[in-house]
């Protein structure tokens, strides 16, 4: 009885010997138990490098991801994706060009009229733009009927402004008004309205039409001689240029 079981028992280990050692290698792994000294696979040193990366750091890289299909239901899906995703960086954002500085005026107080296209503020002699006027000094005429035409072109823009404040431009990107500049007078251009009266002389095709007009009714300078006693009364010829110096220039930017 004992030698039957015995014989028996041997068998049953024989045939496990030789089922383990028949059996396919993927059931032998599975049959196998995960032992206290298992160890859990180290992870690949490109999973590490890219877990340790921060975004600014892989833009740019090629980077292996699978591509999940977030397509709305009621949405036509994109183009299949096969290949590896790749990160691109985002376009710099355009500087803002600074604004071009725009023209503006500078509005002077008490100016002095030192001739018919010289206007003086604060030490500085700005000529009228456009025309070419007589100095202080100048004399029209010939021999024995020469007539200070300076002086009496000075006279008459000095009754036309009568102390108001004169407002000349400032072309943009300039620090101060220029020289030659164009000035005004309540918005009236002073170099068209000294040609308009005869009292200068166009320097350009800009008072073309103004200077024909003055030539032909024989106003100021265009006249056939010295201008009527009234008018030489009324320009003050015994003033001198510099009469006036005593008044203080006052000078303040209009927006």
């Not at 290698?25 to 040193?45: I, N, S, V, Y």
């Not at 200070?148 to 101060?176: Q, S, T, W, Y």
Request: aromatic share 4%; with cysteine; hydrophobic share 45%.
């Amino acid at each position: 009885m004992v030698r039957t079981v015995l014989l028996a028992i041997a068998g049953v280990a024989a045939f496990a010997v030789a089922y383990v050692a028949l059996a396919p290698r993927e059931q032998r792994d599975l049959a196998t138990p995960a032992g206290p000294t298992a160890t859990a696979p180290a992870p690949a040193p490109a999973a590490q490098t890219a877990a340790a990366q921060t975004p600014a750091e892989i833009v740019g890289e090629i980077v292996s991801r699978s591509v999940r299909d977030v397509t709305p239901e009621d949405v036509t899906a994109g183009p299949l994706v096969n290949g590896p995703l790749t990160r691109v960086a985002a376009p710099a954002r355009p500087v803002d060009p600074a604004p071009s500085p725009a023209a503006r005026s500078q509005r002077l107080f008490n100016p002095i009229i030192a001739s018919a296209g010289v206007i003086r503020a604060r030490g500085r002699e700005i000529r009228l733009a456009g025309i070419v006027a007589p100095e202080f000094e100048a004399r029209c005429g010939e021999a024995a009927s020469t007539w200070p035409c300076g002086r009496m072109a000075r006279a008459a823009l000095r009754r036309f402004v009568r102390g108001r404040a004169i407002e000349c431009a400032i072309p943009a990107g300039a620090a101060a008004i220029s020289d030659p500049a164009e000035c005004s007078v309540a918005g009236q251009d002073l170099a068209s309205w000294l040609v308009a009266q005869g009292w200068a002389k166009r320097d350009g095709d800009r008072y073309a039409e103004l200077e024909t007009t003055a030539r032909e009714q024989k106003r100021g300078l265009w006249g056939d001689g010295r201008p009527d006693a009234h008018a030489v009364t009324a320009a003050g010829l015994d003033s001198a240029p510099d009469s006036a110096l005593a008044i203080r220039p006052r000078v303040s930017d209009t927006p």
